[in-house]
């Protein structure tokens, strides 16, 4: 009897224990989607917004028209000369993709920024001019939409300083590079092999092209996309509660959202990043052909037959590999 009622006690014990290991992890899932949402509500709310017109209603997948900006405005003359900028006036778009995603699946889909489109106004020129023409950012959504058939849901914008700043708050991103890359139009001489490159340097990998030519560029920007979703999550945890209100911080003043972009939003985004960072990417550009126009200009013409597959596979979602509910 004596056994007996000693085993009551120990079993009780070790079920605790049990318990407890299990509820540590959970505890710690919890903290982090606490901290996901907390972070999605403050960017939403400290993001500074512009008016765009021509976006659709959310559906399901989730497009995000995603724009490098190569505006100057927010540079000083020395900051231009240290980012190798130059000091051309107005404002293109230096980036362009489209971010679809499905819970944690994540598509992009880059266009070129010589790609030979009907803009907004009817009128024919390269996409990258679009911004620049009348409505903005709602003239380069209706163009993309023009072409492709994607809808947009929502608008990123970031500039030359914004992603400079965001990556410097992470403490520099780490990239390996297989041959070693020298452009002084786009500032940078990087050797060959694994390095930590600051915000400066970064800007400036993502902005080469004289050295081979835009869709290499391309493989390059989402290259460091991957490196980039892997260091902020790697930067910004629950555990380092300093350094993620400062990556938060740099991230909510560096982009610009469209009026609605709202913090469950955010929060998928922000979800999404996660598969980025594990190699759960799917990249892709918009066939093209080369061609000099009658002015002697260098642009890009969609192969029309290959690009409205690609296309419908971001439309549907089919490019995850099933059609989306």
């Known amino acids: 009897m004596a056994t007996t009622r000693l085993a009551g006690p120990v079993v009780e014990g070790r079920a605790r224990r049990r318990r407890w290991w299990i509820i540590v992890p959970l505890a710690l899932v919890a903290i982090a989607a606490v901290a996901a949402v907390t972070a999605a509500v403050w960017i939403a709310q400290q993001m500074p917004r512009t008016e765009v017109n021509g976006l659709s209603a959310s559906s399901?997948?989730?497009h995000v028209l995603v724009v490098g900006s190569d505006s100057r405005e927010d540079l000083t003359a020395e900051e231009r000369r240290e980012l190798s900028t130059g000091h051309a006036e107005g404002e293109r778009a230096d980036t362009i993709f489209v971010m679809s995603i499905?819970?944690?699946?994540?598509?992009?889909l880059a266009f070129p920024r010589d790609l030979w489109v009907e803009r907004?106004?009817?009128?024919s020129g390269r996409i990258n001019s679009a911004i620049?023409?009348?409505?903005g950012p709602g003239c380069l959504v209706r163009t993309v939409n023009r072409l492709s058939g994607i809808p947009i849901h929502h608008y990123l914008e970031v500039t030359f300083g914004g992603f400079r700043d965001v990556v410097d708050s992470l403490g520099g991103v780490s990239m390996c590079l297989e041959e070693p890359i020298n452009d002084r139009d786009a500032g940078i001489d990087l050797p060959a092999g694994c390095q930590?490159?600051?915000g400066t340097d970064a800007l400036g990998y993502v902005r080469v092209r004289k050295i081979d030519d835009d869709f290499q560029r391309i493989v390059r920007q989402q290259q460091f996309?991957?490196?980039?979703?892997q260091q902020m999550i790697a930067t910004a945890s629950p555990a380092r509660p300093i350094q993620t209100v400062s990556v938060a911080a740099e991230v909510a003043s560096a982009a610009t959202a469209d009026t609605e972009l709202g913090p469950i939003t955010m929060l998928r985004i922000a979800w999404a990043l996660r598969s980025v960072a594990s190699d759960g990417i799917i990249g892709a550009t918009v066939p093209v052909t080369p061609r000099i126009t009658g002015q002697g200009a260098y642009v890009l013409d969609p192969v029309a037959d290959e690009a409205a597959l690609l296309f419908s596979a971001h439309r549907t979602g089919t490019v995850f590999g099933e059609v989306a509910p």
Do not use: E, I
């Not at 907004?120 to 009128?123: E, L, N, P, R, W």
């Not at 620049?132 to 409505?135: L, R, S």
């Open 102 to 108: 499905d819970g944690q699946r994540v598509a992009l």
């Open 225 to 229: 996309f991957q490196a980039l979703a």
């Open 132 to 135: 620049a023409m009348a409505d």
């Open 196 to 198: 930590r490159l600051d």
């Open 120 to 123: 907004c106004d009817g009128s």
């Open 60 to 62: 399901q997948p989730l």
